[in-house]
């Protein structure tokens, strides 16, 4: 059963202890103008304070308007943000490697990645913490780049279904335009998450959810899932048959 209200006291007190404990000064939050992230600067901004929260907008051959709307919506949340444009630093590393150019997800991988590396960063400058902002709809299929926007401190939404971080959208008063927009992982131009995963959100957490779902699509997920379980994990280690002091 998910109660919105008991939800957003949960993460919000999930998000302030785990930042306070670790000593950290406050978050960082690469924010698109996408649902999530909007729902994680809102949920952190009530955390710790907005004045301990800065956003990143790091638009990379992106939409103009996503930039707009995550300006907007860190005005509205009052909290600091910069804009981090890495257009040309991605291009700078297109042009070295055109030989083996394709638009595929070798090459879109290098923009969460850009991005992940500019967030770490800035949280080193700033004694931050990077705040995730992964729902469980995608964790279960694999909708993230290892070591990209799947490399962050907390997770603290990872276990809200899709559908469910839009109802917690409506009650943090996110602005509509951000709500109605197509969700969207910005890899390529014109590329919806329901486009390339091939069945839609509704589906996806239903399936989660209940199980129930057509079995062409159920396979499809099935698919995602087992294909994407090593991004759940970190780096695999031999462990040799001894005991340390320190473990």
Do not use: W
Not at 24 to 37: L, N, P, Q, R, V
Not at 218 to 238: D, F
């Amino acid at each position: 059963m998910f109660n919105i209200d008991e939800v957003q006291e949960k993460t919000v007190n999930f998000i302030e202890e785990y930042i306070n404990k670790s000593g950290a000064k406050g978050a960082i939050i690469g924010i698109s103008g996408g649902i999530d992230s909007a729902v994680v600067a809102a949920l952190t901004a009530k955390a710790i304070g907005p004045n301990r929260v800065l956003g990143l907008i790091m638009p990379c051959e992106s939409n103009s308007k996503d930039m707009e709307d995550a300006i907007e919506l860190a005005e509205q949340l009052g909290i600091n943000y910069k804009v981090i444009d890495l257009t040309k630093t991605y291009l700078e590393f297109l042009k070295d490697n055109m030989e083996n150019y394709q638009c595929n997800l070798s090459f879109c991988n290098i923009k969460p990645r850009l991005r992940m590396t500019t967030l770490y960063f800035h949280a080193s400058l700033n004694g931050y913490l990077v705040i995730g902002t992964s729902n469980r709809s995608e964790l279960v299929t694999g909708y993230l780049t290892k070591y990209g926007d799947g490399g962050v401190d907390i997770e603290p939404i990872a276990d809200f279904l899709k559908h469910e971080v839009y109802q917690i959208a409506q009650i943090l008063n996110i602005p509509e335009v951000i709500i109605k927009k197509k969700p969207t992982a910005d890899l390529m131009p014109n590329q919806t998450d329901e486009g390339e995963m091939g069945f839609t959100y509704d589906e996806l957490d239903r399936f989660i959810m209940v199980g129930e779902v057509d079995e062409k699509i159920k396979q499809r997920i099935m698919k995602l899932y087992n294909q994407s379980r090593h991004k759940m994990t970190g780096p695999v280690m031999l462990k040799l048959d001894r005991k340390f002091y320190l473990e």
